[in-house]
């Protein structure tokens, strides 16, 4: 039996296992790249989320047909349904490994700050400092945009230097202009947020 027969007679096998499990992976990559647009349009890149987009509705619809012409078949829900939350999962993984955009982290210091500003600054990070006044008495409130792929060695110094600082993290859309860390150098860009750098 060739692959259309085994199709065309609508054998058992395929139509309670095989196309219930395509019906499954076909819903992990349409949601996984649903995903993905929704973020990519977020964070205006404006050329990747038609691509995106063009598969998502390619695969839904292919989905979709096969549920439409099994519908007394209760599999091909659960499978749907299935596929789904796993794409949504998967999604969010793959955002995470992919680490696309910057981020603008806040720290709120009430100790001492130079050796954690001084180690900050020797790791290429941007850093705007304000004084300001907090519930306790004198803080410090240090910005930083960071690459979301930084996020990481930028909390682990803080952790290092002063672990029980506040600090928020926050998505941002774009950034036209600032000091960001990269591999080799700083990269020096005019960023103001109208305070003051640490000296």
Excluded at 152 to 166: G, R, T
Aim: glycine content about 6%.
């Amino acid at each position: 039996m060739n692959i259309l027969n085994f199709l065309a007679n609508d054998a058992p096998i395929f139509t309670w296992v095989v196309l219930p499990v395509l019906i499954f992976i076909a819903r992990i990559f349409d949601q996984s790249v649903g995903t993905l647009r929704m973020i990519f349009v977020a964070k205006g890149l404006k050329n990747l989320a038609p691509v995106f987009a063009f598969f998502e509705a390619f695969i839904w619809l292919v989905a979709i047909s096969q549920i439409f012409a099994h519908l007394s078949n209760p599999m091909c829900y659960v499978a749907y349904a299935g596929g789904y939350a796993m794409g949504n999962y998967v999604g969010m993984l793959l955002d995470e490994r992919l680490s696309i955009g910057n981020v603008i982290i806040r720290v709120i210091l009430s100790v001492d700050t130079h050796d954690l500003i001084d180690k900050l600054k020797e790791a290429n990070y941007g850093l705007t400092i304000l004084d300001a006044e907090g519930g306790m008495g004198k803080v410090k409130v240090v910005f930083s945009i960071v690459k979301r792929k930084h996020v990481k060695d930028f909390i682990a110094i803080l952790n290092e230097f002063s672990p029980n600082s506040f600090y928020t993290i926050e998505e941002i859309r774009s950034v036209s202009q600032g000091v960001f860390r990269t591999n080799s150098r700083r990269q020096f860009m005019n960023l103001s947020f109208g305070a003051k750098k640490h000296k």
